[in-house]
């Protein structure tokens, strides 16, 4: 796999991944102009043309069918997750500390396919829940 950066024209493994040359990593939106930039979607001849123009400084300005193109080849989940907002973040620690922390990695696992970041976030939150439930259960015990 190989993708061009959007940022600084490099090359990195994959349109998911970090640009070793400037750090930026595609998110949302971004991830579908990364893909129309990847191997998936041109050959070396084309991403060689795209990353010599972009190393140059133009800017990647996609239509919106080719975007459209990008959203149908990678599911609609990708860019359309903007995963829990702060409000939610909140309470699903909430929920995990004072009831119980399955509530949490049920929704991860419920979220998993659908919304991925979010199903992250649940993770995240709910991990460091279990394991402090966990060790407060053994020191009581």
Avoid at 13 to 32: A, I, N, S, T
Avoid at 58 to 81: I, T
Avoid at 103 to 132: C, F, K, N, Y
Wanted: with cysteine; proline share 5%.
């Amino acid at each position: 796999m190989s993708a061009v950066c959007v940022h600084c024209g490099g090359r990195r493994g994959g349109y998911q991944d970090v640009c070793p040359g400037c750090g930026h990593r595609p998110e949302g939106d971004g991830l579908l102009i990364a893909w129309l930039l990847s191997d998936q979607h041109l050959d070396e001849a084309g991403l060689d043309k795209v990353a010599a123009r972009v190393a140059a400084g133009e800017s990647v300005r996609p239509s919106a069918r080719m975007v459209e193109s990008a959203r149908k080849a990678l599911g609609k989940h990708v860019a359309s997750d903007p995963g829990l907002s702060v409000g939610q973040l909140a309470g699903l620690f909430a929920v995990n500390v004072l009831l119980t922390p399955a509530v949490g990695w049920t929704l991860a696992w419920w979220w998993r396919g659908e919304r991925p970041r979010a199903a992250i976030q649940a993770l995240a939150l709910s991990l460091p829940v279990s394991l402090a439930f966990f060790v407060g259960v053994l020191l009581l015990s």
